[in-house]
């Protein structure tokens, strides 16, 4: 590589295998390989996961016993006997120059051979507790890294596999060797000169050498955060390109949204909209004012008041002479949307010049499997006449069968449950000319930032305000039998005052049969004689109980003449009965954190004081963090912060993006103002360059690092 030549682009890096590195011979690239790392830029990007800054090592004669410390060391002495149990007990002798460790490990005879090769001079990094044995300093079983040469104050620490047969010593030395490779030509940097001083980066180059070979730790805080933000610009470049492509490919209906069918409703509503919904409506009908499909996504916390919303939303396509639609997951879901649905519409009329009046009633239906075949035929002639303006249903919605006049504007409820094909299926029931535009409602909200990455795809309304007058839920978790047993009392004495309960029972996935006969055995156990709520009108709920069952069931709960609704998570989301007080959810630490939220947000909704209840001892720590996290907090946003530290994005990131992606340093949670950031750097370059086409080296790395599937996957809702 004679210097002259143009800077190493991550393609040119990529198109060098590592087997062409001094030091590399086919044993050490079979185990690189073995770890994923076959070329240049797949070692460059393979970061250290800590350091070791020798600066601050302890030294031998200084150890305190108990202490957990690092030690650096050279190997001296490896001996391995076989201890009474017959067990092998290697012992290895650490030296720093101001003393000698005793390293011991049980069962672990191969710490010879890793050990006892090591050409001299070689450190050693050693972590464990200090404990003393027979008046000698020991470890027990402590973490080693073998990380090569004693230079450098900084050491990397690379993550490694025994297995793969490769030491972070070795990894450092042959980074250490590519870097030099890539000294003369240096290592492009595609970040506009703009974006880098607007945030006081260091180049690309430097940004690399310094993560793996800081001198400073301050340089790898400097170097990650750079790279970082790099990730973070190629995901949001990617991303809004891609959607700006859409919108303006494809044609949509500028629908006409000044009518007074919205602002009817809104009259006839006995509340007040709230700030937080007035803004979303704002911002979903200037969407679909607009020639381009919407393409938003509604997230509000339960209770927020996100079907008066969608609501809006539809009827803004109404009135402009479209038809809408909702979708939802689930029949019980469904029918439970078209009840809110019909109750809230009620008598509003729309413009029709074939009736004597000049106009008619809003035709609002509902659609689903279970309809009757007279009813399906029904409704699919007001479909496809016009005589329908607001469908509710589930798949049936986008059965080969149904055709619209005039699809405008589509609803989405609890997007996470439903395929992409499907979501892309109704999107394409327009009338073939125009898109429809699209309002994806989910009420699990996750962080804004995290939206930014894992629906970039979307525009995002927030409803971050609660209407006014809720009364908070108190949220307790029961211990032992006692306060199990107070459980039950608070459920009897709410239903003698006329309020309702629901008892949500274990978790189990319904389709295997096993859901439905914890539910039914828990309405058993319950209601029998001398069972905890003997006596009282009790209901059970299930998936596969007939449709007739279900909408009578749903309907005497509704309707007050049930006092407790047993129930699988059926009930999960949607059902709106303001007199339900009390929520007991059994068997609660297999719950995750939003589902929990979810049922929660099922009492709370009238004038009276609700109560949840979580039953269960969950048996792992993090089951028990859950459950403290929502005693603690009735904040779904909040929630959706633990969630994310407790489980990490690749859950969230999971849900929607599988394969490879390209965010390697960069963590939903830690770099949340970088997300930020690089989303507006992102719009700021396509702005004024949409195709990249004055920014080829961004266009190249992004072609190169996000595999057209993840992005594929992401756009197509
Ligand atoms: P979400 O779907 O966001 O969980 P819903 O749309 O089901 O919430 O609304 C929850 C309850 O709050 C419903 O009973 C609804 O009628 C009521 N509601 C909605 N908006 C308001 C408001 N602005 N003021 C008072 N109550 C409201
Ligand atoms: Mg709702």
């Not at 937080?276 to 997230?299: F, G, S």
């Not at 106009?359 to 699919?380: H, K």
């Not at 309304?461 to 007058?469: A, F, K, Q, R």
Request: aromatic share 4%; glycine share 10%.
């Amino acid at each position: 590589m004679p210097a002259g030549d143009p800077p190493l682009t991550l393609r040119d890096l990529d198109d060098i295998g590592v087997d062409r590195l001094k030091g590399a011979g086919p044993k050490t690239a079979r185990a690189l390989a073995a770890a994923g790392i076959a070329t240049l830029l797949d070692l460059l990007q393979h970061y250290p996961r800590r350091y070791h800054d020798r600066t601050r090592q302890a030294r031998i004669d200084e150890l305190a016993l108990g202490e957990e410390v690092t030690v650096a060391g050279e190997i001296g002495r490896i001996s391995t006997r076989k201890t009474r149990s017959s067990r092998p007990l290697t012992t290895v002798e650490l030296l720093d120059g101001t003393g000698r460790l005793e390293l011991v490990f049980f069962n672990q005879q191969w710490r010879e051979r890793q050990l006892g090769r090591l050409p001299p001079g070689r450190v050693a990094l050693v972590h464990g507790k200090v404990a003393s044995y027979r008046g000698a300093r020991q470890m027990a079983n402590p973490v080693v890294d073998l990380v090569g040469d004693k230079t450098g104050r900084i050491i990397p620490v690379y993550p490694q596999s025994e297995k793969a047969g490769i030491h972070t010593g070795e990894t450092a030395a042959l980074v250490a060797e590519a870097l030099r490779r890539c000294a003369p030509r240096g290592i492009a940097d595609p970040l506009p000169p703009s974006v880098r001083s607007l945030h006081g980066f260091v180049d690309r180059h430097r940004a690399v050498e310094a993560i793996h070979r800081p001198e400073a730790m301050n340089d790898k805080e400097e170097a990650r955060r750079r790279l970082v933000f790099d990730e973070l610009l190629r995901v949001q470049l990617e991303l809004v390109r891609r959607k700006r492509r859409l919108e303006s490919s494809t044609a949509g209906i500028a629908h006409g949204v000044d009518g007074n069918l919205v602002r009817r409703f809104h009259q006839r509503l006995p509340f007040a909209l709230t700030e937080a919904q007035r803004r979303a409506i704002a911002e979903i009908q200037a969407d679909l004012a607009r020639p381009h499909p919407m393409h938003r996504l509604l997230q509000g916390d339960v209770g927020a008041g996100k079907t008066l919303v969608a609501l809006s939303a539809l009827l803004s396509g109404v009135q402009g002479g479209c038809q809408g639609a909702i979708m939802a997951p689930t029949e019980v879901l469904a029918e439970q949307h078209h009840a809110t649905v019909a109750a809230m519409l009620g008598d509003l009329t729309v413009p029709d010049p074939a009736t004597l009046t000049g106009e008619r009633p809003l035709g609002v239906e509902l659609l689903t499997n279970a309809a009757s075949a007279a009813d399906r035929r029904r409704i699919l002639t007001g479909l496809a006449g016009g005589g329908v303006d607001i469908v509710v249903g589930t798949h049936a919605l986008i059965q080969e069968a149904v055709r619209y006049r005039s699809l405008g504007v589509v609803v989405i409820d609890e997007q996470h449950r439903f395929g992409v094909e499907q979501r892309a299926a109704l999107r394409d029931k327009g009338d073939g000319a125009a898109v429809p535009d699209l309002l994806v409602m989910t009420a699990t909200p996750i962080p804004r930032t995290a939206a930014m990455t894992v629906y970039g795809d979307l525009d995002v309304s927030t409803i971050d305000e609660l209407p006014p007058g809720r009364i908070p839920i108190e949220t307790s978790w029961p211990r032992g039998p006692m306060e199990e047993a107070a459980v039950w009392e608070s459920v009897r004495s709410e239903a003698a005052e006329g309020r309702q309960a629901y008892v949500v029972c274990p978790l189990i996935e319904e389709s295997d049969g096993l859901g439905v006969r914890s539910a039914e055995e828990t309405y058993h156990r319950l209601t029998s004689a001398g069972g905890e709520l003997a006596g009282l009108r009790v209901g059970l709920l299930h998936g596969r109980l007939s449709r007739a069952d279900k909408e009578m069931t749903t309907e005497l709960f509704r309707s007050g003449a049930l006092d407790v609704l047993v129930a699988t998570t059926v009930i999960e989301v949607g059902v709106d009965v303001p007199n339900a007080t009390v929520m007991v959810v059994l068997d609660a630490g297999r719950f995750g954190i939003a589902q929990l939220h979810q049922l929660r947000g099922r009492v709370g909704r009238g004038s009276h004081r609700s109560y949840c209840h979580l039953v269960g001892d969950p048996a792992t720590a993090e089951g028990q963090a859950r459950l403290e996290a929502i005693v603690a907090s009735a904040d779904g946003f909040e929630l959706a912060e633990v969630d994310l530290e407790l489980r990490g994005e690749g859950t969230i990131m999971g849900e929607r993006q599988k394969g490879r992606n390209d965010l390697r340093l960069a963590s939903l949670r830690r770099d949340k103002e970088w997300v930020q950031a690089a989303r507006d750097a992102a719009e700021g370059i396509l702005d004024a360059d949409p195709e990249l086409a004055g920014h080829r080296g961004l266009a190249d790395e992004i072609d190169l690092l996000l595999a057209s599937d993840d992005t594929e996957y992401l756009l197509k809702s």
